[in-house]
């Protein structure tokens, strides 16, 4: 029984993209652009651009707006504070790599459960923001979008910068790939939010987003909520699809290296399929 409780473990973890060893190829902490030290400083970059913009509009909120409490409701601010965490997190990571002599880097000792935390972190972070700048600025900005300095660069930096930083990680590190079996787990966190912003209403007294008023779009709420499922799926495609063509190109144009064979891309694209546990990731 422990045996099969083992397997099964083992099974579910290598299904979501968790080999093991854990990344063994170190493709989370290196760029076929950029050297370690060169990518762990522009994530550190990133990480610290990411906070301060959290901070100041959040500041902005208390001070001037004096609405703080709405802040955690808006999946805008939600899903940037992802981008704060992972940038943090891997900045970490990637310096620590560098220290290490480029040879390991903490996250491959860590507990299985914190590194599928991690990978699903990626997932988030590659396909939400794409979404917020969609939404936002084919629906919800206005002429108050530029309406003073704060307005512009807050608006810019959260729904137009914040898909820059998705497009960095997947265009220009060597992350393999997001798994289709991250499809649900992370669809199912996009579509929680539909249930926290209809808790914002019954305790706040308004819509994060004018489009989830069911008194004003009526039979449209449906419309537009099937049209943000498709467009999820869509952007989940088309981010693992420049993926894929990255690692090719890399593959075909790129100087080959020891260190990311041909064969760790063709078995990250078959991870979606539990594996027996007596095979081991290479």
């Not at 608006?155 to 499809?183: C, D, K, Y």
């Not at 992370?186 to 008194?215: H, I, K």
């Not at 049209?227 to 799926?233: L, N, R, S, T, V």
Request: glycine letters at 4%; charged letters at 10%; aromatic letters at 14%.
């Amino acid at each position: 029984m422990k045996s099969l409780r083992s397997t099964f473990s083992l099974g579910s973890y290598e299904s979501f993209g968790v080999s093991s060893p854990f990344d063994p190829t170190c493709n989370l902490v290196t760029s076929p652009v950029f050297s370690p030290v060169t990518l762990g400083v522009l994530r550190l970059l990133l990480a610290v651009y990411t906070l301060v913009t959290t901070i100041t509009v959040l500041a902005f909120e208390v001070v001037v707006y004096h609405d703080s409490k709405s802040f955690l409701s808006y999946f805008t601010d939600l899903s940037y504070i992802g981008l704060v965490a992972y940038f943090w997190a891997s900045s970490v990571q990637t310096i620590a790599y560098v220290l290490r002599g480029q040879k390991s880097y903490p996250l491959q000792a860590w507990p299985r459960i914190l590194q599928l935390l991690h990978v699903l972190l990626y997932s988030t972070i590659v396909v939400f923001p794409i979404i917020v700048t969609v939404v936002f600025w084919s629906l919800l900005a206005s002429g108050e979008t530029w309406q003073s300095r704060y307005s512009a660069w807050s608006n810019v930096s959260q729904h137009a910068m914040n898909s820059g930083f998705a497009l960095f990680e997947i265009l220009l590190t060597h992350a393999r790939p997001i798994p289709w079996s991250h499809v649900i787990p992370v669809f199912l966190l996009l579509a929680s939010y539909l249930g926290l912003a209809y808790v914002t209403y019954a305790t706040q007294g308004f819509y994060t987003y004018s489009f989830l008023d069911p008194s004003k779009e009526h039979g449209l709420l449906a419309a537009y909520i099937i049209g943000i499922a498709f467009g999820y799926c869509v952007v989940f495609a088309a981010v693992r699809g420049a993926s894929l063509l990255r690692c090719r190109l890399h593959l075909q144009f790129g100087r080959q290296q020891d260190d990311s064979p041909l064969e760790a891309l063709e078995e990250w694209q078959e991870v979606d399929q539990p594996k027996d546990s007596s095979v081991s990731e290479a």
